[in-house]
């Protein structure tokens, strides 16, 4: 059974900074991994989603890398902004259907 | 608009009355899911379905059932509600399986 480990739980960092978010997964046959975000009461936004065969895959200020032999993914934010603030999930996918999310990492910006 | 709209989006019931949540999206993609979020354990996943008459269970499919008899529509039914169901459910939805996966905005569930 796929398990999804995200870290660190919880994350406050001054407005402008640089800032990576961790996420580690158990099963690594997986056909895709994708990032969300979360605001508090809110549903989830797809953020990136990196294919199986690629090692990283850029949005704006996003940028997120998979290794996933290793079965390790990072999300770089770059110039964070308060309006960075939310829960970012890290989901890997099979190609079957089934979706393990990590609990998240909570991210507070402070202007 | 393209979205995955769920209804309702809250609902208060009572132990052991049969209740629907409504999935629907208007995208015309093949894939779509239900999950439960709660306090702690994160979001889990229910059912799924990869297309038309083609359900799966996830990894927490005690108590739900789920039909998928056309593309658009995937209701989740809770035969009989316990209070360990008191939860936030959303659905998704997909092109296929693999693909980006689009939310509704949430059903915020509480059986008394």
């Known amino acids: 059974k796929q398990e999804v480990t995200q870290i660190p739980a919880a994350l406050s960092v001054p407005e402008g900074e640089n800032l990576v978010l961790n996420c580690s997964f158990t099963?690594?046959?997986?056909?895709?991994l994708q990032w969300f975000r979360q605001d508090p009461g809110k549903g989830l936004t797809s953020l990136l989603l990196?294919?199986?065969?690629?090692r990283e895959q850029t949005s704006g200020r996003l940028n997120a890398s998979l290794d996933k032999s290793s079965g390790r993914s990072t999300l770089y934010i770059a110039a964070s902004q308060p309006g960075d603030s939310a829960t970012y999930l890290c989901?890997?996918?099979?190609?079957?259907?089934?979706?393990?999310f990590g609990d998240g990492t909570t991210l507070t910006v402070k202007p | 608009e393209a979205q995955v709209t769920q209804n309702p989006r809250y609902l208060i019931t009572v132990t052991g009355k049969k209740l629907t949540v409504t999935c629907s999206q208007n995208?015309?993609?093949?894939?779509m899911s239900w999950y439960r979020q709660d306090p702690g354990l994160g979001l889990r996943q229910i059912y799924y379905?990869?297309?038309?008459?083609?359900?799966d269970k996830g990894d927490v499919p005690e108590g739900y059932k789920v039909s998928r008899k056309e593309k658009r529509n995937f209701p989740l039914i809770l035969e009989s509600p316990s209070p360990n169901q008191t939860s936030l459910y959303f659905c998704?939805?997909?092109?296929?399986?693999?693909?980006?996966?689009?939310f509704g905005p949430g059903t915020r569930l509480t059986v008394l």
């Open positions: 998704a939805s997909s092109l296929r399986g693999w693909n980006t996966q689009y």
């Open positions: 099963d690594s046959a997986i056909y895709n």
């Open positions: 990196i294919q199986s065969s690629q």
């Open positions: 989901v890997p996918n099979t190609n079957a259907g089934k979706s393990t």
């Open positions: 995208m015309n993609h093949e894939y």
């Open positions: 379905s990869m297309n038309v008459e083609v359900t």
